[in-house]
Nanobody
Framework: QVQLVESGGGLVQAGGSLRLSCAASGGTLGAYIMGWFRQAPGKEREFVAYISRSGVTTYYADSVKDRFAISRDNAKNTAYLQMNSLKPEDTAVYYC?????????????????WGQGTQVTVSS
């Protein structure tokens, strides 16, 4: 069973950038589709982005498209989320997740393993 640990969150001004990392242990990251999700206070957890096992295929929520970039380094067992042009509405706890399935998915319930989350706060 893979364990996931996010890092890189923090407080940033609007327009700034952050890079989140998701380190995996107890398993090989390359065996999983990786996703990033976020949950703002009082809101449901929502899909942000996913990346295929090879890294060739990525997909983004409309709200982050052209601002965020998901990537992975299977040799380092780490996935990343580069967040640029941050907005106050991006404030949330960000979670990485791993999916054992063959099919790429945006659905929360398709992901099997989750990190504990990292807080991102964007000030206006």
């Amino acid at each position: 069973q893979v364990q996931l640990v996010e890092s890189g969150g923090g407080l940033v001004q609007a327009g700034g950038s952050l890079r989140l990392s998701c380190a995996a242990s107890g398993g090989t990251l390359g065996a999983y589709i990786m996703g990033w999700f976020r949950q703002a206070p009082g809101k449901e957890r929502e899909f942000v982005a996913y990346i295929s096992r090879s890294g060739v295929t990525t997909y983004y929520a409309d709200s982050v498209k052209d601002r965020f970039a998901i990537s992975r380094d299977n040799a380092k067992n780490t996935a990343y989320l580069q967040m640029n042009s941050l907005k106050p509405e991006d404030t949330a706890v960000y979670y990485c997740a791993a999916d054992r399935d063959l099919r790429l998915s945006m659905a929360i319930f398709d992901y099997d393993y989750w990190g504990q989350g990292t807080q991102v706060t964007v000030s206006s």
